[in-house]
């Protein structure tokens, strides 16, 4: 099993900036062969790819939403992945997810929620406008 636990979610102002991080764990985590991804879910809508990190190499892709104001960074000795968020926008409102996968008979970019096995609670992240 996998468990991920995210935090750092919270109330901001348009244009602020924000951390979150995911700390995984478990009996069958490995962070050699796995991916992470940032998900959220706005009220209403579907969940939606922010970005996604790969513990070995580091390599990273992002949605067009997201892209140049929203990093992705792990930590392979912590086993912690963050996202990093700038310039933050009402329409960036939402409950983010972070998710794990080995991609095993799946294609990279790993951008559909269906392509990941375990998945954290969630963290609500509000910009006011």
């Known amino acids: 099993q996998v468990q991920l636990v995210e935090s750092g979610g919270g109330v901001v102002q348009t244009g602020d900036s924000l951390r979150l991080s995911c700390a995984a764990s478990?009996?069958?985590?490995?962070?050699?062969?796995?991916?992470m991804g940032w998900f959220r879910q706005a009220p209403g809508k579907e969940r939606e790819l922010a970005g996604i990190?790969?513990?070995?190499?580091?390599?990273?892709y992002y949605a067009d939403s997201v892209t140049g104001r929203f990093t992705i960074s792990r930590d392979n000795a912590k086993k912690t992945v963050y996202l990093q968020m700038t310039s933050l926008k009402p329409e960036d409102t939402a409950v983010y997810y972070c998710?794990?996968?080995?991609?095993?008979?799946?294609?990279?970019?790993?951008?559909?929620?269906?392509?990941?096995?375990?998945w954290g609670q969630g963290t609500q992240v509000t910009v006011s406008s």
């Open positions: 990190i790969t513990w070995k190499g580091g390599i990273t």
């Open positions: 478990g009996r069958t985590f490995s962070n050699y062969d796995m991916a």
């Open positions: 998710a794990a996968t080995r991609g095993v008979g799946r294609s990279w970019p790993y951008i559909f929620a269906n392509e990941y096995d375990y």
